[in-house]
């Protein structure tokens, strides 16, 4: 009896501790299938290795701050620290995933803080982690989302635990800012504390003229930018219902809107329009759908379950699972890889880095290499279009060539850099 008292005694003192625990091992297993499934630089990352490898860290810090992306955004941080891993370790695929990682546990962790302070509930708020948590980004260049999300949260955070000293909170908002202009999307979390909390309003005021003023910077590029393409990928247009569907949880919305009526909890209306304002822009990207685009999102529908649920008991179990449903269900929880998969686009990648490793090799002079015959998957292509083989392939034999990769033949150019 002792025993049993000691334990109960011991999981009622320790609930955050056993609760962030269990997010953290949840959070684990998704790096744990990264891992079994072979995770490897993939889609847009290529790119991203080709513009910081042409490009110092001032020279990109410049650039973004005068210039930003094709929009007009200082989304600067995220290159940043793209740059410093890979000017640390190089390709090593496996220092990118663990920064990408650790930035996700961390988000699931405030997500947890951030709804169990606002409920005083731990089981809501790990419910909470447990939605954050079910979407997981394995390209590395998804950085930009995992900082903006953490910029949001701890700026929420901040907010939330030391109201006197807001400057903290506008510095994170602000580094926010400089990561993906998604972030000003905090100010309806920030409202939502504000009206739960019974705060005044004059708080708000601070992080308003900050997002005017960032707006106001924003419009010049935004209206100037140049027609692009219409099979651009950034082509904007009139959304789709493909777009609607694909980045709306039309069941998810419908729950907590009527558990918001039900339950009159009308203060976290106002996160239910950070989902949506999250969402809005990408729904006018034409020819381009990315699950990535939903992973902040997905955080703020968190938040706005885990502040109209009701506290977690015999009777509420039902509307538990039937928010559990319209979240995802199974995918909820992480994947699990019982074995190890092979990477079909990796080994694509490796196909072609043997043929031209043996080529270099076996011709020492320059050299033009017909990958016609070689069936490519998508990542082989976007690595040789991107003209980074170099990267991939050993120093021994990349140092002393030029490459040049022409995506209309298939043919690899290497050029001796003595001849070049």
């Not at 901040?158 to 994170?172: I, V």
């Not at 601070?206 to 930018?225: D, H, K, N, T, V």
């Not at 706005?304 to 009777?315: C, D, Q």
Request: hydrophobic fraction near 55%.
């Amino acid at each position: 009896m002792k025993t049993s008292v000691s334990w109960v005694q011991f999981l009622s003192r320790n609930r955050t501790g056993i609760a962030v625990c269990v997010l953290v091992f949840l959070s684990f297993l998704h790096l744990f299938f990264a891992l079994r499934t072979h995770v490897f630089f993939s889609g847009d990352d290529f790119a991203v290795l080709a513009y910081i490898r042409a490009h110092t860290a001032l020279d990109m810090t410049r650039t973004f701050l005068t210039q930003g992306d094709i929009w007009g955004f200082k989304k600067i941080l995220g290159y940043l620290f793209f740059t410093a891993i890979f000017r640390s370790f190089g390709i090593q695929s496996l220092f990118f995933l663990l920064f990408n990682h650790l930035l996700h546990t961390i988000n699931v962790i405030l997500v947890f803080s951030l709804v169990s302070a606002l409920t005083k509930d731990r089981l809501t708020g790990l419910f909470s982690g447990l939605v954050a948590n079910r979407l997981y980004l394995f390209y590395f260049s998804n950085i930009h989302e995992y900082l903006a999300l953490f910029f949001i949260l701890i700026s929420a955070w901040l907010f939330l635990k030391y109201p006197g000293y807001l400057y903290l909170s506008g510095l994170a908002f602000l580094l926010g800012l400089l990561t993906k202009e998604i972030t000003l999307t905090f100010l309806f979390l920030m409202l939502a504390i504000v009206l739960l909390r019974k705060y005044s309003l004059t708080r708000v005021i601070p992080f308003i003229c900050l997002s005017f003023i960032y707006l106001m910077f924003q419009a010049l590029p935004f209206i100037s930018r140049l027609p692009v393409s219409p099979d651009h990928p950034y082509r904007l247009g009139f959304p789709t219902w493909g777009n609607w569907l694909f980045y709306l949880n039309f069941p998810a919305i419908f729950l907590a809107v009527a558990i918001v009526i039900f339950r009159r909890r009308h203060t976290a209306l106002p996160v239910l329009l950070g989902y949506l304002a999250a969402i809005l822009p990408v729904l006018f990207l034409v020819n381009r759908r990315e699950i990535y685009y939903q992973y902040i999102p997905t955080s703020f529908l968190a938040v706005l379950f885990g502040l109209v649920l009701p506290r977690i008991s015999a009777k509420s179990i039902p509307v538990y699972l039937a928010a559990a449903l319209t979240l995802g269900g199974r995918s909820l929880f992480p994947p699990v890889a019982f074995r190890s998969y092979p990477n079909w686009q990796l080994v694509s990648i490796n196909n072609a880095l043997t043929v031209i490793a043996s080529n270099l090799a076996s011709r020492p002079g320059s050299v033009n290499i017909n990958l016609e015959s070689l069936p490519l998957e998508r990542d082989a292509r976007l690595m040789l279009g991107s003209q980074v083989v170099d990267l991939f392939l050993p120093p021994a034999l990349s140092a002393d060539y030029v490459f040049n990769y022409n995506r209309d033949t298939h043919v690899l150019s290497a050029v001796k850099k003595s001849l070049h």
